[in-house]
């Protein structure tokens, strides 16, 4: 299950252009100046992100698999999500 969760995310990476950490962070700082609303959207699923690989690894763990599918899928919806207003704020 894991190489399926790393590809299906790397696809995302794939789709939303991977972008280098430098431009990240610039980005970021511009959408806090111009759209302060937006980032604090984007914090917020960045926790979410965070809360939910904690998770994700407690259930690793614990030998949980359908469980950990469950949650597999959600972070990637969220890492789609977080991606698609990065990019949005990009254009």
Known sequence: MDKEFEQRL???KEKYCELPSEKKAEIERHIK???FLNYKKIELIKKDLLRLEAKRAQLELCDRN???NQVEEKIR???EKLL???TKQIE
Do not use: H, Q
């Open 10 to 12: 790397a696809d995302l």
């Open 33 to 35: 100046k111009k759209n």
């Open 66 to 68: 359908k469980e950990r």
């Open 77 to 79: 919806l969220k890492k």
């Open 84 to 86: 698609k207003c990065i």
